[in-house]
């Protein structure tokens, strides 16, 4: 298995929801929302780190760091991210060392796509 | 003795004016996710509120022995404890300060803790879920703050 992203998933999400950025420059202004974003990605970059270096066996660990990847990125408008980790989440107590290699490189490589548009979108 | 300090001050938002000088009313964002914390923190400072965050339940124990807060946001998962855990220790504290529950848990999750926290005799908001809802969040502590307002005009006319 080369990749853990459905059909569905892929087809349903977005990388990057620009709706959220907009509503948070909105609701908060462009300083604060910006400042929040380089909060959320230096989060995010620390909790692909630890699932990293965590083993398939380290199930609620797993769960831990994908659940709160699954409510940040939501929240920061990267539906498909916030998708795919709560796939993990799911998966994790009976993921198997190949679905979760193949589900952390999904994960990484959607996360990757988001952060370019972001800067894409924001400059 | 600490505890019993807090169970004295917390949810009285007219006793900080009555000791002079009135304090703008506190936000504690219990989050273990620092970037929900600094949006949380956006959020209600927006809101009017100051605020103040911790990442574990340790930290939000710590933070309401030595202050009132006029408000509480309550994540459901916090690193090795749960949400329902700082309920415990809030009920401990004889608390009435508003909760305000949210958390990427599913529904049934965040309204199970909602009722536990209700069967505590806590005065538990209606959860969010994440993505959070900004906009509605934010109405809701406005309007906490307002009735905060409120009960302190009743105060002082009385």
Known sequence: MSTVVSPAIAASTSDFDNGTFETLVAELGLEDTLQMFSVFFTEADKRLTRLRELSFENRKAIQHEAHGLKGSAGNFGLPRVSELAASLEQDAPTITPARYQAALQSLEAGYATARERFVSVVG | ?158
């Open chain 2, 1 to 158: 003795m600490a505890e019993d300090q807090t169970a004295q001050t917390m949810g009285d938002p007219g006793r900080a004016s009555r000791r002079g000088g009135r304090q703008p009313d506190s936000l504690l964002v219990i989050d273990d996710d620092l970037s929900i914390c600094t949006m949380l923190e956006k959020i209600g400072e927006k809101a009017g509120f100051a605020v103040k965050h911790a990442v574990s339940l340790e930290e939000a124990t710590a933070l309401l022995r030595m202050q009132q807060f006029a408000c509480i946001t309550l994540d459901l998962g916090l690193g090795a404890n749960s949400g329902v855990e700082m309920l415990h220790i809030l009920a401990g504290m004889g608390c009435t300060t508003p909760i305000i529950i949210i958390s990427a848990s599913q529904r049934s999750m965040r309204d199970f803790a909602a009722e536990i926290g209700d069967r505590m005799r806590l005065d538990i908001r209606p959860p969010f879920g994440k993505p959070i809802d900004f906009v509605k969040l934010k109405a809701t502590l406005v309007e906490i703050k307002e009735m905060l307002n409120l009960q302190r005009r009743a105060d002082s006319a009385a």
